[in-house]
């Protein structure tokens, strides 16, 4: 059973920046896509980016384009989002996500295994 653990979020003012973690235990991660979604009060969970088993591909949505940067470290058995020029709506829970699949990973029906979250709150 795949484990996954977020960390590093916090409180941050607008203009800062952030690197979440995401470490990974009891599966073989080097073999997973791991995906970012976050979901702000009141509203559905969403896609923020995803990388390929090996790094080769990585996806970002719109909203988090040039200012977020996905990474991994296979030999650490962790993913990273490092997040830059945080805005307000960017608050939200973000999770981690690992999944066997290497296309379609910015639908979270996709994935297989979740963290359970870790708060940033971006304030203004």
């Known amino acids: 059973q795949v484990q996954l653990v977020e960390s590093g979020g916090r409180l941050v003012q607008a203009g800062g920046s952030l690197r979440l973690s995401c470490a990974s235990s009891?599966?073989?991660?080097?073999?997973?896509?791991m995906g970012w979604f976050r979901q702000a009060p009141g509203t559905d969970r969403t896609f923020v980016s995803s990388i390929s088993w090996n790094a080769g591909f990585t996806s970002y949505s719109n909203s988090v384009k040039g200012r977020f940067i996905i990474s991994r470290d296979n030999a650490k058995n962790t993913a990273y989002l490092q997040m830059n020029s945080l805005k307000p709506e960017d608050t939200a829970v973000y999770y981690c996500a690992a999944g066997t699949q290497l296309y379609g990973m910015q639908n979270g029906a996709n994935y297989n295994y979740w963290g359970q979250g870790t708060q940033v709150t971006v304030s203004s």
């Open positions: 009891g599966g073989t991660f080097s073999s997973y896509t």
